[in-house]
Nanobody, 126 residues
Framework: QVQLVESGGGLVQAGGSLSVSCAAS????????MAWFRQAPGKEREFVAA????????YDADSVKGRFTISRDNAKNTVYLQMNSLKPEDTAVYYC???????????????????WGQGTQVTVSS
């Protein structure tokens, strides 16, 4: 059984920084791509960033490009999202997810991710 546990969310002022983490267990973490999504109240789940199975490649949504950085530590079975220059519109529940398929390429479609964490709240005040 794959489990993903996010941590590190919280309240921060606009312009500030926050880092969230996602610890994975239940399968060989290093063989699967990972991604972060977010969902604000009343909105659909939105892709934020993805990283390849070995951490060699990543890409971000245009809305966070240059401000957010996804990374992973396969030795710790953990994926991270460093968020800088936060804006009130970044307020959402942030979810990590595992890519469906062994060493499958990165993708932003949430239907291509098979396991999800419970989410962690990030609130940015103006």
């Amino acid at each position: 059984q794959v489990q993903l546990v996010e941590s590190g969310g919280g309240l921060v002022q606009a312009g500030g920084s926050l880092s969230v983490s996602c610890a994975a267990s239940g399968r060989t973490f290093s063989n699967y791509g990972m991604a972060w999504f977010r969902q604000a109240p009343g909105k659909e789940r939105e892709f934020v960033a993805a990283i390849s199975w070995n951490g060699g490649r990543s890409y971000d949504a245009d809305s966070v490009k240059g401000r957010f950085t996804i990374s992973r530590d396969n030795a710790k079975n953990t994926v991270y999202l460093q968020m800088n220059s936060l804006k009130p519109e970044d307020t959402a529940v942030y979810y990590c997810a595992t890519r469906r398929g062994f060493r499958a390429p990165m993708i932003s479609d949430p239907h291509e991710y098979d396991y999800w964490g419970q989410g962690t709240q990030v609130t940015v005040s103006s």
